[in-house]
């Protein structure tokens, strides 16, 4: 008996039923891959500090991370969102709550809560939530939910308005305690003017018409009378001019230095053993010039009322540096010892003999604050016997401009 095989038809068989083996091999790889996927993804959002948890269509928690067991308590998967998120028995009636918000619309919603933790201890907590499992029909069947304990960020935001009321409250004494500086300041200059002018006329007269009366002590005591009355005059010329400082809205102008210091240099009128010189060319300034005048001025007669050698060199010069102007004035004066660099801006502070007529203390105060409330910045550097350079800044603003060289228009 012969029998007949169709070789074809067999070959077709094998062909198809390798097609089937890769396909179930490809399909077994897909699914590995898929699990594996999944087990990763599920150790990302357990690994994320943010408390994240799925919700079904029936309000029931099917899923949480560890983040999430931290914030609400780690027995909460089937329990219902609100009993956790809301510490209700209910939903809320009066108002959808945004996991019910986001099953109706589709839509991501956020909203802050604020529990009770196991701890008894309030917590504030931010969430979102949103869509992420839909039936064939696109309607909502999970909604994940992701808070964030905000608690400590609550906290700092009340402490920062608690710190922000202490502010006010201290800007507001501040501005008081100012206000009545300044009325006292006039008021004080003026109850000691009226008297210092009688002490000073008194002490004219009798230096004059008594002059033959008094032998050379007295007369010294005579001249240092009127010396103190002079100083005390100036110190309370000087304690006025600092207390009006910053009190009032500078009329500020366009100020070219290089006509204004040499009219300075003129108004000090430095003795023959004492040079003043300009080092470079100065800028253009927008400032009150009452200000700058007396900065410059008190910083030039320190140099002049404290120089010590036979031929006594004042260098006043200018350069631009990181948005500034930083002026310099320099001489080869005394020195001052590196402890005493910050005392001499505070202000009642000399290194001078207190017997000095031309000395209250104020002035380098005043440089001080006039620079300061121009957003600038004094210093000085200095050792002993080797003379003092101070400096000070000025922003350098688009109104700050140099002044052209003339010389080559």
Known sequence: MNIKVDSKRNDENGQLSDTFDRMAERRKQAEDIQQISEEKLADVLRAIPDGIAVIDNDL????????????????????KCYEVYHQRNEPCKSHLCPTLQAFQDGRIHEYETRITGKDGKIRYIHCIANVVLRDENGKPMGVLEICRDITKLKHDEQEMHKLNRELESAVWELRRVNKELK???????HDLKTPLRGIGTLVDWISKDYADKFDEPGKEQVRLLVGKTKQMSALIDDILQYSRLGHSSPEEQQLDLNQILPEIITAINPPDNIEITI????????FEKTQIIRVIQNLLNNAVKYMDKPEGQIKVGCVEQDGFWKFSVADNGPGIDKKYHKKIFKIFQTLSSCDRADSTGIGLSIVKKIIELNAGIVWVESEPGKGSTFFFTLPKSEIHQQVPDVSTA
């Not at 009325?183 to 200059?189: C, I, M, N, S, T």
Request: proline share 3%; hydrophobic share 50%; charged share 20%.
């Open 183 to 189: 009325e006292f300041a006039y008021v004080a200059a």
């Open 60 to 79: 029931n928690i099917i899923w949480t991370n560890d983040a999430a067991g931290e914030i609400y308590g780690h027995d909460i998967v089937g329990r």
């Open 279 to 286: 080092e470079n060319k100065l800028p253009v300034l927008v």
